[in-house]
């Protein structure tokens, strides 16, 4: 646990300690005791966040909204389970689409490789063509 963690800890989870990870929670009461006012000027920023948060208006959705979009989607055909089945052709489409792209991107790159290579050796050989001396230690490097 460090500073970094501890911080993304609070900011995500707010100053209450009983809603963080479990994993993490006995590791960040250690250093939140061991680190001193840093650690108390972050809670307290985090504690002021949560106070934000609780104090503002909380999204009443009415009855007869949710209502109407449920009805809309059964209108149009959509049922919970045709929706997920739908759902789970796009991700394979998609995956299959990602893994397509990467296969593109390795045989493109072995097969550019070579020719940027060859014209890297035909530097090295027209360098050595040129020198003026045999020195073994230019010629074979």
Known sequence: MNAERLKQLAEAYGADKR?????????AETLLASDGPWAD????????????????ARPMVSNALRDTVIA???????????????????????????????????????????????DAQADAVLYQSSLSGVDDTEVLG
């Open 19 to 27: 809603r963080w990870p479990e994993a993490e929670r006995k590791a």
């Open 41 to 56: 000027r972050m809670l307290f920023e985090a504690r002021q966040t949560d106070a934000a948060l609780d104090a503002s």
């Open 72 to 118: 809309s989607a059964m209108a149009a055909g959509l049922s919970p389970r045709k929706a997920r089945m739908v759902w789970d052709r796009l991700v394979l489409w998609f995956g299959a689409g990602w893994a397509a792209a990467a296969c593109a991107g390795v045989i493109a790159g072995a097969s550019l490789t070579p020719h940027l290579t060859a």
